[in-house]
């Protein structure tokens, strides 16, 4: 079973810095990519920014030379460096993990974390 657990969320004034970090475990036998969604209310799920087996990554605009992602192989996290923050970055943040594992090394699937709340606010 492959587990993804969140942290770093939190209240935050406009212009400053979070880093969200997302830990996967369990019997994971090969991943396509990790990275971060989020959805404020009453709007989709959109991508944030994945990082991709190979290093190359992918970033929503709205957020381009705001944040930054990372992953420590060795631990299977990821990290989401935000900064200089703006309110409409308020959302609930989820961890995303594309990834086969050993009881089933052919099917890739989706694992969500279970969300932590970003809010950029005076």
């Known amino acids: 079973q492959v587990q993804l657990l969140e942290s770093g969320g939190g209240l935050v004034q406009p212009g400053g810095s979070l880093r969200l970090s997302c830990e996967a475990s369990?019997?994971?036998?090969?991943?396509?990519?990790m990275g971060w969604y989020r959805q404020a209310p009453g709007k989709q799920r959109e991508l944030v920014a994945k990082?991709?087996?190979?290093?190359?990554?992918n970033y929503a605009d709205s957020v381009k030379g705001r944040f930054t992602i990372s992953k420590d192989n060795a631990q299977n996290t990821v990290y989401l460096q935000m900064n200089n923050l703006a309110p409409e970055d308020t959302a609930v943040y989820y961890c995303?993990?594309?990834?086969?594992?050993?009881?089933?090394?052919?099917?890739?699937?989706?694992?969500w974390g279970q969300g932590t709340q970003v809010t950029v606010s005076t």
């Open positions: 369990g019997s994971i036998f090969r991943i396509d990519h």
């Open positions: 990082l991709i087996s190979g290093g190359s990554t």
């Open positions: 995303n993990l594309r990834a086969s594992s050993y009881s089933a090394p052919r099917d890739i699937l989706d694992y």
